[in-house]
Every structure is written in structure tokens, then in C-alpha cells.
């Protein structure tokens, strides 16, 4: 299993890092099998598994009940569960409450938090607490009634000097990595090498530590709409859609089940079945 350490130290070797979405069992068994350096239990699942328009309406008690279930299937890789809308926004003990319940009864290694500078004393007493913390800047998801729509973050001086600062509060207040989300690519890679801590991008180019994308996004899964950023490195929906099509014709029309899909008694028990006489 990574550690915050072993990240950090694969940002030293120039190692690239990879972290994949899983939402639940299965999907948390593969990423395991393929073997990413971290799973993260994103608050998008509300968007891809359950079926919001946006992450707003996720609760702390279903990212504990995902996460559960994606620790279930990889038991030996770091699980990051993002901390959903406003359950880090309240008072300082509500926020620890609902960091210390994500680790404790969802068996996450680390919590995300979206936002820069405003949440910078939050990151400093999750991490004074014990609880390993990955920022989240440019895009973010969970701000998107107040801006009003998903677009690119930083493309102007300001805004990407900003960030920069940004980053390096959440890195000095103890985040161990940052997610950096829909930036222009020359930004990612001048944040990479102004912090310590790995930079995890998404829709931020190849000069970032590490890459992270969404599970349903690669494998086709769905019928939601897919950010530019994302590679579709499959197309599972009409491979399950022709498997369901099949067993539906199959079972109107009778040749499902057959034979080898049933089950047979003796012939000498059939009798008593029928009060003892020969059908
Ligand atoms: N399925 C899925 N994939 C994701 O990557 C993802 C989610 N859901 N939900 C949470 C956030 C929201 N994300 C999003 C959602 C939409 C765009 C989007 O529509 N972007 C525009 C580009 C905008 C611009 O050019 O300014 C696009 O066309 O891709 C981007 C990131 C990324 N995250
Ligand atoms: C897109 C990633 C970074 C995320 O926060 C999520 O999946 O919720
Ligand atoms: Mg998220």
C-alpha cells in the first residue's frame, strides 16, 4: 500500500502517480488488479453512479457507504473518499467529526477537501488530528452554483498566480498532495515544481506528478456527458447493452434457459409427485 511517504517520494524519482475513481466493489477490484497507486472515492459518483446533475446533493453518509464497499474490494491500496458539500464548511468540531467518521467507519487512508486558502486552518487541524489531507484546486465541483458552470481555472495572470498561492497554503497548512482540475497545462506544470507535495491533475496536461480521471469516463460507462480531458479508453455501456437486449429476446422467445441452465430430478421420484400416479 502507498503511503504519504512513498508518494512523495515517487515525486522525487519522477515517478508518474495514477489514481483512478471507484465507487463500489467490483469497480474497486479492478483498480486494485491494474494496480493504481491510489483510489479515490469521489464525490462524482453522485454524478456517475447516482444520478444528480452535480456532486451537491452527495452526503457524508454516502461517501462512507461507497467507500465501505470500494475498501471492501481493495483492501491494499490507498482510498482517498472526498469530503462532500459543506461537511468541512461548519464549525471546526463538525468538520473533525465528519473527517474522523469517513476514517473510521469507511476505512479510508485520507480525505480531499476542495478550496484554497479559506480552508487552509481546516487542512492544518485534520492533519494536527491524524488525518491525512489531499487539496483540490481549479475546477471545483462542489462551487458550481456559485460559478456558475464547469470551466477552465487560471487561464489569466491573476487567477493563476492565485493558485499558485493557493497550493502553497494547503501545502504548508500539511496537505500530503493536490488535485489541480481543469487548468491550462503550463500552470500544472509551474505548480508541480513550486510545491514539495505531488500534483495530482485532471484536465491539466502532462506536467503535473500524477494523473487522475473517472472511472465511468475511461471505460465508457453511461450516458453522461464527458468532460473534454478524458481519454475513453473503452466502451462498456453497448457491450452491456447487447447482453441485456440478448437475455430479454431470449426469454420471449424461449430459448432461455436451455437445457445446460436447469436442473433435473431422477426420473423415479417424478411419481409420488403426482399422488403416486404415472403422469
Ligand atoms: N463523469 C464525470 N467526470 C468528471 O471528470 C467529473 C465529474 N463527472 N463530476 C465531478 C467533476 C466535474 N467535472 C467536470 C465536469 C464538466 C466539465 C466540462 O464540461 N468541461 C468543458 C470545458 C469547459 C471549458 O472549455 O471552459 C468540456 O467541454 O469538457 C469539466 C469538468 C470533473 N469531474
Ligand atoms: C474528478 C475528481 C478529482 C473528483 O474530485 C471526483 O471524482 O469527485
Ligand atoms: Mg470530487
Given at each position: 500500500?502507498?503511503?504519504?511517504?512513498?508518494l512523495?517520494?515517487?515525486k522525487?524519482?519522477?515517478?508518474k502517480i495514477v489514481m483512478?475513481?471507484?465507487?463500489?466493489?467490483?469497480?474497486?477490484v479492478?483498480?486494485?488488479?491494474?494496480?493504481?497507486?491510489?483510489?479515490?472515492v469521489?464525490?462524482?459518483?453522485?454524478?456517475?453512479?447516482?444520478g444528480?446533475?452535480?456532486t451537491?446533493?452527495v452526503?457524508?453518509?454516502?461517501m462512507?457507504?461507497?467507500t465501505?464497499?470500494v475498501r471492501?474490494?481493495a483492501?491494499s491500496?490507498?482510498v482517498?473518499?472526498?469530503m462532500?458539500?459543506m461537511?468541512?464548511?461548519?464549525?471546526?468540531?463538525?468538520t473533525?467529526?465528519n473527517a474522523?467518521r469517513?476514517?473510521?467507519e469507511s476505512?479510508?487512508?485520507?480525505?480531499k477537501l476542495e478550496?484554497?486558502?479559506k480552508?487552509?486552518?481546516?487542512v492544518k487541524?485534520?492533519?494536527?488530528?491524524g488525518v491525512p489531507?489531499m487539496?483540490?484546486?481549479?475546477?471545483t465541483p462542489q462551487s458550481?452554483?456559485?460559478?456558475g458552470g464547469?470551466k477552465?481555472?487560471?487561464k489569466?495572470r491573476?487567477?493563476?498566480?492565485?493558485?499558485?498561492?493557493d497550493?502553497?497554503?494547503?501545502?504548508?497548512?500539511?496537505?500530503?498532495a493536490?488535485?489541480?482540475e481543469?487548468v491550462p497545462?503550463?500552470?500544472?506544470e509551474?505548480?508541480?515544481?513550486?510545491?514539495q507535495i505531488?500534483?495530482?491533475?485532471?484536465g491539466?496536461?502532462a506536467?503535473?506528478?500524477?494523473q487522475?480521471?473517472?472511472?465511468?469516463?475511461?471505460?465508457?460507462y453511461?450516458?453522461?456527458?464527458?468532460?473534454k480531458?478524458?481519454k475513453?479508453y473503452?466502451e462498456i455501456?453497448?457491450?452491456?447493452?447487447?447482453?441485456?437486449t440478448?437475455?430479454?429476446?431470449?426469454?420471449?422467445?424461449?430459448?432461455?434457459?436451455?437445457?445446460e441452465h436447469?436442473f433435473?430430478m431422477?426420473?423415479?421420484?417424478?411419481?409420488t409427485?403426482?399422488?403416486?400416479k404415472?403422469?
Amino acid at each position: 500500500m502507498k503511503t504519504v511517504k512513498s508518494l512523495a517520494q515517487m515525486k522525487q524519482n519522477k515517478e508518474k502517480i495514477v489514481m483512478m475513481t471507484a465507487y463500489d466493489y467490483p469497480s474497486a477490484v479492478l483498480c486494485e488488479q491494474a494496480g493504481m497507486d491510489l483510489i479515490l472515492v469521489g464525490d462524482s459518483l453522485g454524478m456517475v453512479v447516482l444520478g444528480y446533475e452535480t456532486t451537491i446533493p452527495v452526503t457524508v453518509d454516502e461517501m462512507i457507504y461507497h467507500t465501505k464497499t470500494v475498501r471492501r474490494g481493495a483492501a491494499s491500496t490507498f482510498v482517498v473518499t472526498d469530503m462532500p458539500f459543506m461537511s468541512y464548511h461548519g464549525s471546526i468540531d463538525t468538520t473533525l467529526d465528519n473527517a474522523r467518521r469517513i476514517m473510521q467507519e469507511s476505512g479510508a487512508s485520507a480525505v480531499k477537501l476542495e478550496g484554497g486558502g479559506k480552508i487552509a486552518e481546516t487542512v492544518k487541524r485534520l492533519t494536527d488530528s491524524g488525518v491525512p489531507v489531499m487539496g483540490h484546486l481549479g475546477l471545483t465541483p462542489q462551487s458550481v452554483g456559485v460559478e456558475g458552470g464547469y470551466k477552465v481555472h487560471g487561464k489569466q495572470r491573476k487567477e493563476a498566480e492565485a493558485l499558485i498561492e493557493d497550493a502553497k497554503k494547503l501545502e504548508q497548512s500539511g496537505a500530503f498532495a493536490i488535485v489541480l482540475e481543469c487548468v491550462p497545462q503550463q500552470l500544472a506544470e509551474i505548480a508541480s515544481e513550486a510545491l514539495q507535495i505531488p500534483v495530482i491533475g485532471i484536465g491539466a496536461g502532462a506536467g503535473a506528478d500524477g494523473q487522475v480521471l473517472v472511472y465511468h469516463d475511461i471505460v465508457g460507462y453511461g450516458s453522461h456527458h464527458v468532460p473534454k480531458f478524458v481519454k475513453k479508453y473503452g466502451e462498456i455501456s453497448p457491450v452491456i447493452l447487447d447482453a441485456l437486449t440478448s437475455y430479454k429476446q431470449e426469454v420471449k422467445n424461449g430459448t432461455f434457459p436451455a437445457q445446460e441452465h436447469s436442473f433435473t430430478m431422477k426420473e423415479e421420484e417424478l411419481p409420488t409427485l403426482y399422488g403416486g400416479k404415472e403422469r
